[in-house]
């Protein structure tokens, strides 16, 4: 027969680990890319740093610069929700470096 304090004790240690709260992170892109019709090695990307609208509309405005005669091109829009854990938070940085989304905390 198991002691009341230890069953106490494991009821205590429960609530303490489900109160803890997960740091997360939204990561999103918005990027413009844009591929030459006639040759499709020539790539560009430009992409926001931020959630500003003012960033969105300077993607929108360099993305309808290119010729549609010329270039093929489309908005990259993408979100990721990266909540903490086991390798989580390189996760979100990975998002952030490699695939040019912006993390912020929720």
């Not at 993607?59 to 990266?82: G, H, W």
């Amino acid at each position: 027969m198991k002691s009341p304090f230890f069953l106490i004790l494991m009821f205590l240690l429960l609530g303490l680990a489900n109160s803890c709260k997960k740091a997360c992170y939204s990561c999103n892109q918005y990027c413009a890319y844009c591929e030459k019709r006639t040759d499709s090695t020539i790539i560009y990307k430009f992409c926001t740093s931020n959630s500003s609208i003012s960033g969105k509309l300077r993607i929108d405005s360099i993305e309808n610069t290119f010729p549609d005669s010329l270039f093929r091109c489309n908005i990259l829009q993408n979100s990721q929700e990266v909540c903490d854990g086991q390798d989580k938070i390189a996760q979100s940085i990975t998002y952030y470096e490699k695939e040019d989304y912006f993390c912020t905390p929720n």
